[in-house]
């Protein structure tokens, strides 16, 4: 069955940018998706189809996919963007969710 | 103001259903492609099921068989129907609003086998 893989976690300092990657075979043919959770809290989405910002999202939010690789992108990283980040694609018909990242701002 | 409401969850035995619904408010529901996904106590985010506007639907390995999703227009509702349960299955689950665009969550309802 299809995997998507991520890093277990990610640390940046504030005001730096942040990188978070989702990896699969042949993503690049897929539309890959971003959600923001912070504990205790319902996932927010944060990219669709690889680039596009829901509205609401700041700017600083950026994705891109390529080859097996999607990135989330996140610059001038504010502590308020702290908390688990998910890839997800859909593949034969199902929903495939990445393992997650946590990103700490410290 | 747009959102969806689950409601159902609880404690059951091993073996035993439970019927989650999600209410939908605000939008047009019957326009929208519905998912569940759950999300076990300190895990990661799973699929559980979809469902089209038109009624296409597709469930996870580990719930065909022993799930069935459906929806009621008319009612502005998404249904999980669970049986045979396992304790594999205690997640909180939430409806999840679209396909190619998933904004909208609702606040999950958690259910423990």
């Known amino acids: ?26 993503l690049e043919n897929k ?14 989405l944060v990219i669709y189809q690889d680039n596009r910002r829901p509205s609401g999202i700041p700017e600083r939010f950026s994705g891109s996919n390529s080859g097996n690789t999607a990135t ?16 997800q694609a859909w593949d034969n ?14 | 103001e747009a959102q ?30 519905m998912n569940w996904v759950r999300q076990a106590p300190g895990k990661g985010l799973e699929w559980v099921s979809y469902i089209s506007s038109s009624g296409l639907i597709y469930y ?25 349960l396992r304790a594999e299955d205690t997640a909180l689950y939430y409806c999840v609003r679209d396909r190619l665009v998933p904004d909208m969550w609702g606040q999950g309802t958690m259910v423990t086998v």
């Open chain 1, 72 to 87: 989330l992108t996140i610059s001038g990283t504010q502590t308020m963007d702290e908390g688990d980040y998910y890839c």
């Open chain 1, 31 to 44: 539309y890959t998706c971003w959600f923001h959770q912070k504990p205790g809290q319902s996932p927010v």
């Open chain 1, 93 to 106: 018909n199902a929903v495939i969710f990445g393992g997650g990242t946590k990103l700490t701002v410290l």
């Open chain 2, 4 to 33: 969806l409401v689950e409601s159902g969850g609880g404690l059951v035995q091993p073996g035993g259903s439970l019927r989650l619904s999600c209410a939908a408010f605000g939008f047009t529901f019957s326009s929208y492609e």
């Open chain 2, 60 to 84: 996870a390995e580990s719930v065909k068989g022993r799930f069935t999703i459906s929806r009621d227009n008319a009612k502005n509702s998404l249904y999980l129907q669970m049986n045979n």
């Open chain 1, 1 to 26: 069955s299809y995997e998507l893989t991520q890093t277990l976690s990610v640390s940046v300092s504030p005001g730096q940018t942040a990188f978070i990657t989702c990896s699969g075979h042949g």
